[in-house]
T-cell receptor
C-alpha cells in the first residue's frame, strides 16, 4: 500500500478555525515534508521535519512527527480563505534520500 | 531568481502519438525530478536526473523516458500515448547536496484523446 497517506481526504472549515491533517507512512524515513497545491498547479514546499524532530513551527503552521506511530500531522491555525488548497505529505525512501513518495492529499476548503 | 519552468502549459495528443515535455530547473540546481499526477490522485514519481544521468526511476513502463542536458534542463518523452497517460506532469529541481526540498514548476497538463 501507499507510503504517505493523508487523512482526511477532504476537509471543509470556516475561516478562523483550525485545520488538522494527518499523514501515515509505512517504512522508516529520514524526513517528512508537507506541500501545498493550489488548483492543480505546482506544489509549494511548506515545511520539512526530520526523523529526530518531534515538532516544528512555521508561521501559522505546526507539524508534528511521531516515528513510533509512523504518523505526522499538519495544523493550520486561524485559517483563511487563501489556505484553500490540497495538502500533501511526502516521505523519503531509502534511496539516496532523494526519492519522495507523495500521498493522495487532503483537499482543504476554507469557507468565508 | 526564476523558478522552475515547464513547457508547454497544455498539450493535447491522440492515442499512439508521442509527447515531449520540457523543464528548466532553478539556476544552479543539478537534480531534476518528474512526477505524474492523474486527476484527483497524488503524485507518482517518474524519473530523477542528476548531472546528466538517470539516477532513479519509478514504476512506469519504458515508453516513459527522458534525458537531462548539459545545462541541466530536462525532457520527458512519452511514446505510444494511452488514454490513461492524461495527467498533470510536474517537474521539480533541487540541489542534491543541500537538503531535500524540491522546488516545483507549474506543470504541463497532457490530454490524450
Amino acid at each position: 500500500s501507499q507510503q504517505g497517506e493523508e487523512d482526511p481526504q477532504a476537509l471543509s472549515i470556516q475561516e478562523g478555525e483550525n485545520a488538522t491533517m494527518n499523514c501515515s507512512y509505512k517504512t522508516s524515513i529520514n524526513n517528512l515534508q508537507w506541500y501545498r497545491q493550489n488548483s492543480g498547479r505546482g506544489l509549494v514546499h511548506l515545511i520539512l521535519i526530520r526523523s529526530n524532530e518531534r515538532e516544528k513551527h512555521s508561521g501559522r503552521l505546526r507539524v508534528t512527527l511521531d516515528t513510533s506511530k509512523k504518523s505526522s500531522s499538519l495544523l493550520i491555525t486561524a485559517s483563511r480563505a487563501a489556505d484553500t488548497a490540497s495538502y500533501f505529505c511526502a516521505t523519503d525512501e531509502d534511496n539516496y534520500g532523494q526519492n519522495f513518495v507523495f500521498g493522495p492529499g487532503t483537499r482543504l476548503s476554507v469557507l468565508p | 531568481e526564476a523558478g522552475v519552468t515547464q513547457s508547454p502549459t497544455h498539450l493535447i495528443k491522440t492515442r499512439g502519438q508521442q509527447a515531449t515535455l520540457r523543464c528548466s530547473p532553478i539556476s544552479g540546481h543539478t537534480s531534476v525530478y518528474w512526477y505524474q499526477q492523474a486527476l484527483g490522485l497524488g503524485l507518482q514519481f517518474l524519473l530523477w536526473y542528476d548531472e546528466g544521468e538517470e539516477r532513479n526511476r519509478g514504476n512506469f513502463p519504458p515508453r516513459f523516458s527522458g534525458r537531462q542536458f548539459p545545462n541541466y534542463s530536462s525532457e520527458l518523452n512519452v511514446n505510444a500515448l494511452e488514454l490513461e497517460d492524461s495527467a498533470l506532469y510536474l517537474c521539480a529541481s533541487s540541489l542534491i547536496l543541500a537538503g531535500v526540498e524540491q522546488f516545483f514548476g507549474p506543470g504541463t497538463r497532457l490530454t490524450v484523446l
